[in-house]
């Protein structure tokens, strides 16, 4: 068996199988994209693919076109499972420049999500285990797209990884973002409503809705501690019940009038199972203050083509809805849920793939909603919103669950990398 060869897996393990490197002498590079449609499509800050050759099967995943994404790309493709909504494959088709020796050639790019590959073959893992020296299969390499995010996204917190720097290239070096689809962020963005009010939606917008601000009702909820703040693996049970109800996910902490939300990373292996990528972002906010936008119904009968009376008024723009999960599915918004262990429950969009919600039964009216869905004008950080937690990556021991050999080593030093750079910033913040 070659060694070129990776085993994926996404969280309910339909699409376990191995698939072959691209052809190519040295290690596979993965860039961190913080594209807006990357961030909308999956609901996280940035993600990772690596190139490979063309799967052997693509058995129970569903295909969404990304429609006008980057001007060099004539079309892409995601691929996510239909059961648990990892994102597993992306294809694209590059558009050829009068240059190219052959302008009717065709060649496809296959690429796989860098947070399903949980292993190499076996004998690069025998090898592994032998503490041969030879250089990387992969590796992460820089940031890329970063300026659609504004304030730079995941890449302020993550500049080098293990022994090197990582390369920040704004939209250099990857496939830009079409005029079109930039007017179409910025029309998101400017449209996100007043200061009270913040807009998410996924990529496809089958799933909208927005955030207001802290208030009586966001008191209410109980809550354990998360592991982003108390370890779960080094900490008293009882203190992790937190015994005295604070409300920690309302910022600034103890204020009578709180304006923010607290947001921070996650390194588990669920979440990234589910997501397909290393690190997941979650922004833990109160269900009251969570209004779905239902779908616009069709109407009962199309219009006659000619008609002498007056032109009916417009329909309405629907009434945002509290968030309710069977109020949602009655309404046809296509929000599907994956028990991703009992009692904890994940949300994703059907159509596009983007992780949404996070809940358990434990703290039903407190969700954590996926940062890489929101629109604030500030940048995709949501400051004026967030408070980021940069004491902790949650679930940080958990980089190279799962994972073996070199796959599991290049996620610890991501995921460490990660820790380090979110305690630099926030030293960085306080000194200046």
């Not at 689809?181 to 400017?190: F, N, T, V």
């Not at 972002?281 to 199309?302: C, D, E, G, L």
Request: net charge negative.
């Amino acid at each position: 068996m070659s060694h070129d060869q990776l085993l994926i897996s996404c969280h309910c393990g339909a699409a376990r199988q191995t698939v072959m490197r691209s052809a190519q002498s040295g290690p596979s590079d993965a860039n961190l994209c913080h594209c807006y449609a990357c961030r909308h499509s999956t609901g996280l800050l940035c993600i990772s693919y690596v190139s490979i050759q063309p799967p052997l099967s693509l058995s129970g995943l569903v295909s969404h076109t990304d429609e006008t994404t980057r001007t060099s790309i004539a079309t892409l493709h995601r691929y996510f499972c239909e059961t648990c909504g990892c994102h597993v494959f992306r294809r694209w088709t590059p558009l050829f420049s009068s240059e190219a020796k052959d302008e009717d050639a065709e060649v496809e790019v296959w690429e796989v999500a860098t947070g399903i590959i949980v292993g190499l073959a076996e004998v690069r893992q025998a090898a592994d285990e032998r503490n041969e020296e030879w250089k990387p299969l992969l590796k992460f390499a820089g940031h890329v797209n970063t300026a659609s995010t504004r304030d730079g996204g995941l890449s302020s917190f993550l500049s080098h990884i293990e022994t090197y720097r990582f390369e920040v290239r704004g939209d250099q070096g990857a496939p830009s973002i079409t005029p079109l689809l930039a007017a179409q962020q910025e029309s998101d963005i400017q449209g996100a409503g007043g200061n009270d009010v913040l807009e998410a939606h996924c990529y496809c917008k089958a799933i909208r809705f927005h955030i207001t601000r802290p208030d009586a009702s966001s008191r209410l909820p109980h809550s354990g501690f998360p592991d982003l703040t108390i370890p779960f693996a080094t900490s008293p049970r009882e203190l992790i019940a937190n015994p005295h109800d604070e409300k920690w996910w309302l910022l600034p902490p103890g204020h009578a009038n709180p304006s923010k939300y607290l947001a921070g990373t996650c390194a588990c292996r669920s979440c990234r199972l589910t997501s397909g990528f290393e690190i997941q972002t979650w922004a833990f906010v109160p269900r009251s203050n969570i209004f779905f936008f239902p779908p616009a119904s069709p109407p009962s009968h199309p219009p006659p083509s000619i008609s002498l009376s007056p032109s009916p008024a417009p329909a309405a723009t629907p009434k945002p809805i509290p968030l309710d999960f069977a109020t949602l599915r009655n309404q046809g918004v296509p929000l599907k849920t994956y028990d991703s262990s009992p009692g904890v429950q994940r949300e994703f969009c059907a159509r596009c793939g983007a992780t949404v919600f996070w809940h358990d039964r434990w703290r039903p009216d407190l969700a954590d909603v996926s940062v890489g869905l929101l629109d604030a004008p500030e940048g995709a950080r949501a400051e004026s919103w967030l408070e980021w937690w940069c004491g902790r990556v949650s679930f940080e021991e958990e980089a190279g669950n799962g994972r073996t050999g070199e796959v599991a080593r290049m996620a610890k030093g991501l995921v460490g990398s990660l820790a380090e750079g979110l305690r630099r910033w926030e030293g960085e913040r306080a000194g200046g």
